[in-house]
């Protein structure tokens, strides 16, 4: 029988258990892949029914202008991507994967559904503008405070689960390269269902009613989170640990500090109580060099065990592994940033794109107008197919023809370049339109222009998400620290919902310093700010290749291997 994925490295340590139906399986996480990606993909197609119109529905139905309503979209998504640290850490250190993920699937669906009411009760939204609907009017403070407490719970429901069950997912996996293309999966599931999201549930919304969107988000929402509670018998879940790992990382730092006056000449490190017996102490392995000051908090001086050789103060002194479990964050850091930056020309783009739109001729056939919205389409279309050919063609003839794969970090420096040319080409486009603007002498009009011409920029965005989004995924899934492994895939969501604000701030910037971005786009100069942020990209580009090169990756075969021994001989 297939040993269970494990997470476990020290004596604090989580444990894998499985259901009776799941220890029975011979095949590993594949027969909870179906629950899994099916639950992931029903939540992710509600949510996106309703946040890729977030712009389009703050205009039309609240009144807002297009910059605002951009900003409020920024923010808003921004959230999304905040809160998954906040699911992982409860998720690390209180009730699990499978909790969070339930409970933040109800949330979401709470949000969704007072979000329908809005649309739904003409009193908690204001007045519609011109066309014969009377004078336009701001939406009053009782309404945007509902709206915003429907987005509010929404967001932190989606981002409640997005990120969680996808760290639920690898661990349903004991090998790496299993744990890859669950990654590869996963991506493309939750790609292929904001497709849909984004043509189907647009289409209605724009052109039938946003209640009946609206309600056909509650109920993918309601299905995605009937999927996953059908599968609980079948995955693998991780205890909970005894303690936050937060906290653990904290005793080091605090350790470390009081015990500043010591000396490192000893040697004499605290392993655990499991290693105390089974070997002479110069048997284990001392703690690396980098950040040496922080071995202190493993170093044992007078009072520190009891004589049972437990710890006697937690905060005074720290076992090897917790030491070496923070430094492994710190090594960490600089790549971190450099997806922070990386995200930030993204969001932009993203937000821009669909203001281009609503400019922009729309018209596909002779009875058919794309919603404005729907252009973020051909980055996912351009995802999904990248990722399906890269897992099904490209990587399995790199094995082949070379004997070697991408790893990791490659993926995401690919994923870097592309994003540069993609802001590039970005820029190239605007041009174009505000010479066709300007020519045509039209203002606050659709340009004769097709929204097509967004289409090979965004394809590239795309190709770019295939390559870096999976590939940061799996590379912090892999290197994180054993007990923070719901935490890692979370740590990608924090510098997406970074970036958002961080876009928020670069626009808010080009806003006062410039007149790039005005109100009416066809009286500013989008392009200067495409050339801006394809600039920032290309300065994080070379950030990112120096701090690729100077990371080396942890041995994780090993530590798996390790971590099985101790499971098996408990």
Sequence with gaps: ???????????????????????????????????????????????????????????????????????????????????????????????????????????????????????????????????????????????????????????????????????????????????????????????????????????????????????????????????????????????????????????????????????????????????????TRTDFPKPSKFFRFLNRAALVTEGDKKQDGLIAEPWKLCTVQQVEDLKILIKLFPLWTTGLFLYTPLVIQASLAILQALKMDRSFGSHFKIPAGSVVVFTLISTCITITFTDRVLFPLLNRCIRSSLTPLRRVGIGHLLTVVSMALSALVESKRIKIVKSHHQNNVVAPMSVFWLAPQLAITGIGLAFHSPGYAGFYYQEFPSSLKSTSTAVVAVFVGAAFYLGNGVMDLVQSVTGWLPENIDNGRLDNVFWVVCVLGAANSVYYLVCASLYKYKNVDQEVNDSIDKIDSN
């Design 1 to 279: 029988m297939e040993k269970p994925a494990v997470q476990c490295v020290d004596e604090a340590a989580t444990k894998v258990q499985s259901s009776p139906a799941a220890r029975s399986n011979n095949n590993g996480g594949w027969i909870s892949f179906p629950f899994i990606i099916g639950s992931m993909a029903g939540l992710s197609l509600a949510a996106a029914g309703w946040n890729n119109n977030l712009i389009v529905y703050l205009i039309q139905e609240f009144n807002m202008n297009s910059v605002s309503a951009a900003k409020v979209y920024n923010m808003a998504n921004g959230c999304s991507t905040i809160f998954p640290i906040l699911g992982a850490v409860v998720a690390d250190s209180f009730l699990g994967c499978f909790s969070v993920i339930w409970i933040s699937s109800f949330i979401s669906l709470l949000g969704a559904l007072l979000l329908t009411f809005t649309a739904a009760i003409d009193t908690l939204r204001p007045q519609r503008c011109g066309y014969g609907w009377g004078e336009c009017r701001n939406a009053s403070t009782s309404q945007l405070t509902f709206l915003y407490a429907a987005l509010a719970l929404a967001y932190l429901g989606n981002g409640g689960t997005r990120f969680t069950i996808g760290s639920m997912g690898a661990n349903q996996f004991q090998k790496p390269k299993h744990q890859a293309i669950f990654f590869n999966w996963y991506t493309f599931a939750l790609y292929t269902s904001n497709v849909i999201g984004s043509t189907v549930l647009l289409y209605i919304e724009d052109n039938v009613s946003w209640v009946l969107g609206f309600a056909i988000c509650v109920a993918f929402n309601i299905l995605g989170l009937t999927i996953f509670l059908s599968g609980q018998r079948l995955y693998r879940h991780i205890e909970t640990q005894h303690e936050s790992p937060f906290v653990s990382l904290a005793q080091v730092v605090v350790a470390a500090i009081r015990k500043k006056s010591f000396s490192l000449g000893g040697e004499d490190y605290y392993h655990g109580t499991k290693s105390q017996g089974s070997a």
